[in-house]
């Protein structure tokens, strides 16, 4: 949400009273300005900015941790020959399109069927309660559930349905949507919170005007709700493409990017390179590829977004 | 009618699809280790939850885990919402050449990847002495949180008139204390929303707890946690379940008191 509203202009500050000796002035004014500003710009400079800088730098390197020298592009060439980064960017893909439809329709959805039944509150607190866990915790509970001798099979067993026992984690791309699914169902809550939000601000004198040239369920939902909610949906959206594609938690805890390196993002096979086989100048290209599709993915939106209203 | 009873039904069919898994997690959280069979149970076999809680505070060392959690937490988020209100301060209020330049440097932090950092991090934290200690984790934390609780402050500020300033610089007041008397009350219930959200933050990280902690005494509960998960088979799921519980009781208190307050401040945000 908070990429939206930065366009707005910034106050220009009026200037300062003329002092008496204004050399001097101005010194002490920029003390002050620099004693409230420099905490944080030296904190996002000193552990941001020149980590990225040097993660950058480093990806034109050959750079095993003990010797390093200077390869040029090769690293992003062998990057985009490597079959497994077509995987790992193909489960990105996978990532962002899941994670945008799924949470955000069913949001929606819930959002709309809650508001306009009495005991809605029950199934809302029933979806939000997921999205108070931490992400380690949901994943723990999913690989309760997953696992080959997990609650599902074993639940799939005793009900008589044992030929729908799969090996949810074993094999690609089930080990991709299954997890996907479990995502869904812990994020769900935050943008249906949002859209509660988005349709509290709807005037509920347009609803009844609506209602009164005969608009009903359906019909209603699309042509006077979908539109009225298009701020929220931006937020929603927004935060979900950049969410997905900064995905690690879940899959690092259900299947560590495996079997093998199949069910791996780009995330998790920036973390593999680097610190499971210190290959130091390849990671950091994975890294700078993954801060490119971000930026990217951001900018076209965003610029999309600003045309269309 | 029939669009009701339609309705109906999906809203308790929501329900049970949500609250399905949380459920079965609650009750096999409470089996007793011993008793675990392999097979998931569907009704509590004992309120022996204590026991499970037991032994993943002794075998695992989730208690040390949320200490240090709660450390950095609490801290991390007090210390980076006070940074951004003084940052926000000056953006808003003081007259800084250019705030825009000052703005898009502080909020740069929160569009690229986390995972950019890593690798650098990891070096410069073992050269200067940082790695796997609570300052470094602390540290981290910190620079983190302060992008986002800077915007959500400076936003609020620009709300806040300049007559209010002005008047203050009219009682002779310098900027420290117009900072702290004037505008520290009048942007409580922002920088309250901030902490919120950025001790959520700290709390659930676990990208930066297992790459930059490695001793018990430092690392977050969320790498404890991923430690116990990969010795599945050597504390038993309702070992891990009853930890993952114990770990998510802040988080899901702190979003349950804050629910009404969190929905007002996303409105005053987006």
Redesign the interface.
């Known amino acids: 949400m908070a990429v939206l509203t930065t366009t707005e202009k910034l106050p220009v500050a009026a200037p300062p009273a003329a002092g008496t000796r204004p050399r001097r002035f101005q010194w002490r004014r920029a003390m002050w300005v620099g004693g409230f500003l420099l905490p944080a710009v030296v904190l996002i400079a000193v552990l941001l900015v020149v980590p990225f800088l040097v993660t950058a730098y480093r990806s034109l390197f050959d750079d095993n941790g003990v010797s390093s020298h200077f390869i040029g592009l090769a690293n992003y060439v062998a990057l985009f020959t490597d079959p497994d980064f077509g995987r790992s960017l193909l489960n990105t893909v996978f990532w962002v399109v899941g994670t945008l439809v799924l949470p955000v329709l069913l949001g929606l959805l819930i959002a709309v069927l809650t508001n306009s039944v009495r005991w809605g509150s029950v199934a809302r607190t029933a979806v939000v309660i997921p999205y108070a866990l931490s992400g380690s915790a949901t994943a723990l509970l999913w690989t309760f559930l997953l696992q080959s001798d997990g609650a599902i099979n074993q639940t799939l067993a005793s009900v008589g349905l044992g030929g729908l026992q799969q090996e949810w984690l074993l094999h690609w791309p089930l080990n991709t949507v299954v997890m996907i699914l479990a995502t869904t169902w812990q994020a769900t809550g935050a943008s249906m919170i949002l859209f509660l939000v988005g349709l509290q601000t709807i005037p509920s004198e347009t609803l009844e005007a609506a209602k009164l040239d005969g608009a009903q369920g359906v019909r209603l939902f699309w042509s006077i709700i979908v539109p009225q909610l298009r701020p929220m949906t931006i937020v929603v959206v927004g935060m979900s493409i950049v969410n997905s594609l900064k995905t690690f938690d879940i899959v690092w805890l259900l299947t560590r990017g495996g079997p093998g390196t199949a069910s791996e993002t780009l995330a998790l096979t920036m973390y593999r390179e680097t610190f499971t086989l210190s290959r130091y100048g390849y990671g950091a290209a994975v890294s700078v590829v993954l801060t490119v599709v971000v930026l990217a993915a951001s900018w076209l939106y965003l610029r999309r977004q600003a045309t269309q209203r | 009618m029939a ?1 009701r009873i339609v ?2 039904v ?3 069919l ?2 049970v699809l ?2 399905v ?2 459920w ?2 609650v009750v ?1 959280a409470f089996t007793p280790a011993e008793q675990y069979t ?3 149970r569907w009704w509590f076999a004992s309120g022996d939850i204590l026991g499970n809680i037991q032994t993943a505070f002794s075998t695992a060392g989730v208690g040390r885990g949320m200490v240090n959690t709660l450390i950095y937490a609490a801290l991390g988020a007090a210390i980076a919402v006070l ?2 209100a ?2 926000g ?8 050449k250019r ?2 330049i ?2 898009w ?18 070096t ?1 934290y073992a050269k200067t002495g940082l790695y796997d200690t609570q300052y470094g984790m602390l ?2 934390y ?3 949180t ?3 609780a ?2 959500v402050n400076r ?1 609020f500020l ?1 709300t806040v008139p300049r007559e209010i300033a002005e008047a203050a610089q009219l009682d002779g007041a ?2 420290l204390r117009m ?1 702290v008397r004037v505008h520290l009350p009048l942007a409580r219930s922002a920088l309250l929303a901030t902490f919120v959200f950025q001790f959520t933050w700290i ?2 990280d ?2 930066f707890g297992i ?1 930059l902690s490695l001793s018990p005494n430092v690392r977050p509960v ?1 790498a404890t ?2 430690d ?2 990969g010795s ?1 088979g050597t504390a038993g ?1 309702p070992v ?2 009853a930890g ?2 114990v ?2 009781i802040p ?2 208190l702190l ?2 008191v804050f ?1 009404r307050f ?2 007002n401040s ?2 005053l ?2």
């Open positions: 669009s309705r109906n999906l809203v308790v929501v329900s949500w609250l898994p949380t079965l997690v096999n392999g097979s998931p940074i951004s003084l940052a301060f000056a953006v808003t209020v003081m007259p800084v705030p825009a000052w703005f440097g502080i909020y740069i932090g929160t569009v690229l990847p986390l995972q950019t950092f890593l690798s650098p991090l990891f410069g540290l981290i910190v620079a983190m302060i992008p986002f800077f915007f936003n620009m310098n900027w900072f709390w659930n676990l990208l790459t969320t946690l991923a116990l998960s599945y799921p891990i379940l993952a519980l770990a998510s988080t899901v979003f349950f629910q969190f929905v996303l409105r945000t987006s």
